[in-house]
């Protein structure tokens, strides 16, 4: 799974229990669900509550652009070297950037995403 964020985490969750399979999850970002330390605190447990089935890879990519499948498994190699072997199926999680070229700089954090306030 590339991606860390709620749909790749959520996604890798079902994979893992559901078919009973190993999920490697490659994250650009240090905090799981791109949100707060203790969100990724919370769902790093509840990952590591069922050892050997998702392996977080974090501050890394890998470049997938196929989905494999009958292809049979691959190996891939993350731009920091680690290499991910037997991959029979990819599914790029990473989500999309919003438009907001339009917005003052001043409106927009660090990220470049709306600021927002407790009441939005």
């Given at each position: ?14 994979i ?8 490697t ?8 669900m ?24 974090f501050n ?61």
């Amino acid at each position: 799974v590339i991606g860390g964020g709620v749909t790749g985490v959520e996604v890798a969750g079902e994979i893992a229990t559901e078919f009973d399979a190993k999920v490697t999850v490659v994250h650009k970002g240090a905090w799981l669900m791109n949100t707060s330390e203790s969100v990724h605190r919370t769902t790093m447990a509840a990952i590591e509550a069922v050892p050997g089935t998702i392996d977080v890879v974090f501050n890394d990519t890998v470049d997938a652009t196929e989905t494999l499948g009958e292809a049979g498994p691959k190996s891939y190699t993350t731009a920091k070297g680690r290499k991910i072997e037997d991959v029979s199926v990819v599914l790029n999680c990473v989500g999309m950037s919003p438009n907001t070229s339009f917005l003052p700089k001043e409106k927009l954090d660090a990220r470049g995403l709306i600021e927002v306030g407790e009441s939005l």
